[in-house]
């Protein structure tokens, strides 16, 4: 079974940082593109930041020079550094990964997302 799983959300004052990370679990074989995604409450959901497997990024113009995007393939695990938070940042945060993983002996590929974690910033 594989699973996608954020952590690292919580409430943090404007002008702090906070630090996500996402694992995808199981059999897998390997990962492609990794994004980190955001809904606020009333809105729609949006990309923040996106990693390829070969690392290229990018970054949602309200984020740039805020937040940075990582990926530790040896973990299977891709990071959110968010630092300089602020109160419109609040949102619940969801990790989407494209990658290939082995059921019953065959490769198989999927994108796959997880539950999300909070991130809520005081003023």
């Known amino acids: 079974q594989v699973q996608v799983v954020e952590s690292g959300g919580g409430l943090v004052q404007a002008g702090g940082f906070l630090r996500l990370s996402c694992v995808v679990s199981g059999r897998i074989l390997s990962i492609n593109a990794m994004g980190w995604y955001r809904q606020a409450p009333g809105k729609q959901r949006e990309l923040v930041a996106s990693?390829?497997?070969?690392?290229?990024?990018k970054y949602v113009d309200s984020v740039k020079g805020r937040f940075t995007i990582s990926r530790d393939n040896a973990k299977n695990t891709v990071y959110l550094q968010m630092n300089n938070l602020k109160p419109e940042d609040t949102a619940a945060y969801y990790c989407?990964?494209?990658?290939?993983?082995?059921?019953?002996?065959?490769?198989?590929?999927?994108?796959?997302w997880g539950p999300g974690t909070q991130v809520t910033v005081s003023s």
């Open positions: 990693i390829t497997g070969g690392g290229s990024t």
């Open positions: 989407k990964a494209d990658f290939i993983f082995v059921r019953n002996d065959r490769f198989n590929q999927t994108l796959a």
